[in-house]
């Protein structure tokens, strides 16, 4: 996925420093999740897909070849971590709606 982030972003013509800036997020941040040494979190993953104005599948999923998407396992172990933050989002969002409405 920050191949793909990478990508998307110097086609916008856009420095690490200038998406850091608009997410509000480190340069430094940034450069690591390109590299793949940190995952960034479903928010972040999110709003940089909103700031570069491409789908979240175009990060995840990049094609391999013209014909055929190929998916492997670090991509998968990716999609798996998203989905789980949006689990855990979704979780934090229901129990503050039901204690918003008990109170």
Request: glycine fraction near 8%; proline fraction near 1%.
């Amino acid at each position: 996925m920050g191949k793909q982030i990478r990508h998307y972003r110097r086609a916008k013509g856009l420095s690490r420093g200038e998406l850091a800036d608009a997410l509000g997020l480190s340069a430094a941040h940034i450069g690591h999740i390109e590299r793949g040494s940190r995952h960034a979190s479903l928010e972040t993953v999110v709003a940089i897909s909103r700031q570069l104005e491409v789908s979240l599948d175009a990060l995840i999923f990049p094609q391999a070849d013209a014909s055929k998407e190929k998916v492997d396992s670090q991509q998968l172990q990716q999609l798996r971590q998203l989905l789980s933050s949006a689990g855990e989002i979704i979780d934090g969002l229901a129990k503050s709606a039901v204690d918003s409405a008990s109170a």
